[in-house]
């Protein structure tokens, strides 16, 4: 099945219509589609749709496949990432004739006259496109999560079995499966979906955390920063860090995302984190120091101060035992006690752009998004190829 020439014409010519009224779609979408399907909340994210921050990922990806309706090979990327995000949510084939119906709806009603029934029918055929993509790429996902070793579709049981404290903001928290039985190895920098229905929660909730130790075949485990509190964030990371305890059972579904080190490229590296970012790099980190890789490794991690400063003896005493492995630790607010760190102020790779800048190594990096745009534009300035550069943004995807 391929789209028709009037359709992607239609499509492209109404993106920029599209791309101006495009959260006020989405906004309007989001609203008719819980009111008509209030189930759907177990699934979404509540948090991010008092934020906005899920019609706007929504907006802009609307926005850019209209954009490349012309050029859909130039959306793989995409089409992954999300796809590895819906099946950590577990969507099904079912859920996108919900979503499109209302998509639609949403449409006509923003646009009004303006809104033809061309203009309707080119976005249906466009929207029932991409949806069957979705569909065969998440099957796919689903597939191979299930065949390997250990692994499962849908969602398996998991006890906490330890619970550690690792900074004033950070804990982990250790999953082991409640039949005993193997379970599926994982790439690093990697993500799993937790399950849980807090009891201030009206809906179950999902939420996503790298795994941040290398695969083990027997436990997973995950930190957790304490998020401020409120309405509008925080819900989940207070419920794990202050209600869940050791013993308690939730549901995860497999490891899942297009974000990870490629084991089999043997190439120096350099993994760069600020905060909680540290989780997926720390899984990169312990999986090359586990292979006794010989080539080149620099762990670069940025936090406010010694307090929230999560691994570091770990990270220190993993430097001291293998020679390729260097570390720099920058403090944005040292206190006066902070020994462990070396460079006070903002992270500023200018200084450390000798240690760091090596031919032909790959750049992994995570936090928050100004932290990432200035990491990405730094290595595009010294001329990096934008193959060796990689990613990964917490909640809706934004570009850096």
């Keep these: 099945m391929s789209l028709s020439e009037k359709t992607i014409s239609i499509v492209k010519a109404t993106a920029p219509v599209l791309?101006?009224?495009?959260?006020?779609?989405?906004?309007?979408?989001?609203?008719?589609?819980?009111s008509n399907h209030p189930e759907l909340l177990n699934i979404f994210n509540t948090t991010n749709q008092k934020t906005g921050r899920q019609q706007a990922a929504l907006a802009a990806a609307v926005y850019g496949y209209a954009a490349h309706i012309d050029n859909l090979g130039a959306l793989s990327e995409t089409v992954q990432r999300i796809a590895?995000?819906?099946a950590s949510f577990n969507i099904k084939p079912e859920h996108y004739?919900?979503?499109?119906?209302?998509?639609?709806?949403a449409v006509a009603h923003i646009l009004g006259d303006a809104a033809t029934d061309d203009i309707l029918e080119a976005w249906g055929e466009?929207?029932?496109?991409?949806?069957?993509?979705?569909?065969e790429v998440e099957e796919g996902i689903y597939k191979e999560s299930e065949s390997h070793k250990g692994g499962w579709r849908g969602t398996r049981e998991f006890r906490v079995a330890r619970k550690v404290k690792e900074s004033d903001l950070i804990t982990s928290f250790y999953f082991e499966?409640?039949?005993g039985e193997p379970i599926a190895d994982f790439k690093p920098g990697q993500y799993i979906g937790i399950y849980l229905t807090p009891e201030h929660s009206e809906n179950r909730c999902i939420r996503q955390y790298s795994l941040s130790d290398a695969a083990n075949g027997k436990s997973y485990r995950i930190s957790v920063k304490r998020e401020g509190a409120g309405d509008t964030q925080g819900l989940i990371s207070n419920y794990l860090h202050d209600d869940v305890q050791v013993g308690d059972v939730v549901e995860l579904s497999p490891p899942a995302g297009d974000f990870f080190l490629d084991t089999n490229n043997e190439s120096p590296v350099v993994l760069l984190s600020g905060g909680v970012g540290v989780t997926p790099l720390l899984s990169m980190l312990n999986t090359l120091t586990a292979l006794n890789t010989s080539e080149p490794i620099r762990f670069v991690h940025s936090a406010l101060n010694g307090s929230t400063h999560a691994f570091s003896d770990h990270v220190n005493a993993l430097a001291e035992k293998h020679d390729n492995v260097e570390k720099v630790v920058f403090y944005d607010e040292p206190a006066e006690s902070d020994q462990n760190y070396d460079h006070a102020g903002r992270t500023d790779l200018g200084l450390i752009r000798e240690q760091i800048e090596i031919p032909g190594a790959h750049y992994y990096f995570c936090g928050p998004l100004g932290y990432m745009s200035m990491v990405n534009e730094t290595l595009q300035g010294w001329g990096v190829p934008s193959e060796n550069i990689h990613y990964e943004v917490f909640g809706p995807h934004k570009n850096i």
Excluded: C, D, S
């Design 84 to 86: 590895h995000k819906h």
């Design 126 to 135: 466009a929207y029932q496109f991409l949806a069957n993509i979705f569909i």
């Design 177 to 179: 499966p409640v039949n």
């Design 19 to 34: 791309a101006e009224h495009g959260e006020a779609i989405t906004r309007y979408f989001y609203q008719r589609m819980f």
């Design 97 to 105: 004739p919900i979503v499109g119906e209302n998509l639609l709806a």
